[in-house]
Nanobody, 123 residues
Framework: VQLQASGGGLVQAGGSLRLSCAAS????????MGWFRQAPGKEREFVSA????????LYVNSVKGRFTISRDNAENTVYLQMNSLKPEDTAVYYC?????????????????WGQGTQVTVSS
């Protein structure tokens, strides 16, 4: 099972990026797919999650209205569209998968992790 995150980069404040998380090795039907981020010297932080089957979503308050999570069943890929980026969004972003149906924000509940992709927002 592999999760491959991509799409990070350097962008100015107010700009946009779209992160992708391509899943391979199995179907993630029944899973919850999450995005987390970790800035230097800080703990890993929950950003957003989506239930693969139902499309239900959850966001941390700091990104509500700016980020949108979605999934493409045919491509087995989860996306994180990030708009109106701020310097405080700078971090390494990770995608992850879990079978837990609650506590989506707890990174300890996720079984599979992709490698991170760096997002840097300049002021």
């Amino acid at each position: 099972v592999q999760l491959q995150a991509s799409g990070g980069g350097l962008v100015q404040a107010g700009g946009s990026l779209r992160l992708s998380c391509a899943a391979s090795g199995r179907t993630f039907s029944g899973y919850v797919m999450g995005w987390f981020r970790q800035a230097p010297g800080k703990e890993r932080e929950f950003v957003s999650a989506i239930a693969w089957n139902t499309g239900s979503t959850l966001y941390v308050n700091s990104v509500k209205g700016r980020f949108t999570i979605s999934r493409d069943n045919a491509e087995n890929t989860v996306y994180l569209q990030m708009n109106s980026l701020k310097p405080e969004d700078t971090a390494v972003y990770y995608c992850a998968a879990t079978r837990w149906t609650s506590a989506w924000g707890n990174p300890g509940n996720y079984n599979y992790w992709g490698q991170g992709t760096q997002v840097t927002v300049s002021s």
